[in-house]
């Protein structure tokens, strides 16, 4: 210091360090401000993307959820639909059998020469 105080303008030299020295303090807190700004929305933002995570989740749930139900509800109509075919494959089964037995009988009766009404 003693050849800032011996040369000519030493203050000014002084003042204007002083002044670098403010603005690096001031630079510094705008720095640590920022920072602390940013980190203070850190939790909000997490907590946006993580309700967003959940949404997309609960939404694929549901069209899967619908798509399974949709799958079930055709299972069943298929189930339906083949037992209705079953029934009505045995009942038109049992009235051709009927319909045989009686032919039979009619064709048995005609070689026997036996008349029979139909």
Not at 22 to 51: C, F, N, R
Not at 70 to 84: F, G, N, T
Not at 107 to 118: A, F, P, T
Request: charged letters at 25%; proline letters at 1%.
């Amino acid at each position: 210091m003693r050849w800032i105080r011996g040369s000519i303008g030493g203050n000014e030299l002084h003042e204007t360090i002083i002044q670098q020295v403010l603005e690096i303090e001031k630079q510094a807190q705008a720095t640590h401000d920022a920072a602390v700004s940013q980190a203070e929305q850190l939790p909000v933002q997490a907590q946006k993307e993580a309700q967003n995570l959940v949404e997309k989740a609960r939404a694929e749930a549901q069209a899967e959820a619908r798509q399974l139900a949709a799958d079930a509800q055709a299972q069943d109509e298929c189930a339906r639909i083949l037992s209705k075919a079953d029934q009505d494959s045995a009942r038109l089964e049992a009235l051709a059998m009927n319909h045989f037995d009686r032919a039979v009988s009619y064709v048995l009766d005609r070689v026997i020469g036996k008349e029979s009404i139909i």
